[in-house]
């Protein structure tokens, strides 16, 4: 009989651009190598803002962060390990993402991965989600939402709702 986890999620309420790059700000400090946060939302919710916010607090030296949708994925190198940013939008068959090298990545590096509902049955299992949306009444509000099951989030997650 397999054992169904019970996810644990944080509800957060991002007001402006700022909010989302100082939550992309604090996740950034707890994460490790093999550590995976997929980011989920319509298109404008603010996946790429997040992810540019959250690797450029953890860049040696400032550089541009562009966005990976054309090039599928950007490699940065930090300190303890690479960065991986990935946009899967334009991928069509769950294959591409074994041949971006991404699943071996999971292991060692730090990866983000917009739209990762293309993963398919390749999704971690031990990934941070952070699904966003944007406010139907207010255009620069995003509702946020952490979402996991991996024990190993709930100690470095603690506190990020106050």
């Not at 909010?19 to 939302?41: C, F, Q, S, Y």
């Not at 962060?65 to 899967?88: G, K, M, N, R």
């Not at 060692?108 to 990762?116: G, K, N, S």
Request: net charge negative; aromatic share 6%.
């Amino acid at each position: 009989m397999t054992q169904s986890i019970k996810p644990r999620c944080i509800p957060l309420d991002l007001s402006s651009g700022d909010k989302t790059t100082e939550l992309a700000h604090r996740i950034a400090r707890i994460l490790n190598p093999g550590d995976v946060v997929l980011l989920e939302g319509p298109i404008g919710a603010g996946k790429t803002h997040f992810a540019r916010s959250l690797i450029q607090s953890l860049l040696i030296e400032p550089e541009d962060v562009p966005s990976p949708t054309f090039t599928l994925v950007q490699i940065y190198d930090l300190a303890q390990c690479e960065l991986w940013h990935a946009d899967l939008y334009r991928l069509s068959h769950v294959d591409e993402v074994e041949e971006l090298g991404l699943i071996a990545a999971f292991d060692d590096a730090i990866c983000l991965v917009e739209w990762p509902e293309k993963l398919g049955e390749l999704r971690p299992e031990t990934a941070l989600t952070l699904r966003l949306s944007v406010d139907p009444c207010e255009e620069n509000c995003r509702h946020a939402e952490l979402e996991w099951t991996c024990d190993t989030w709930d100690g470095r997650l603690k506190g990020l709702q106050e």
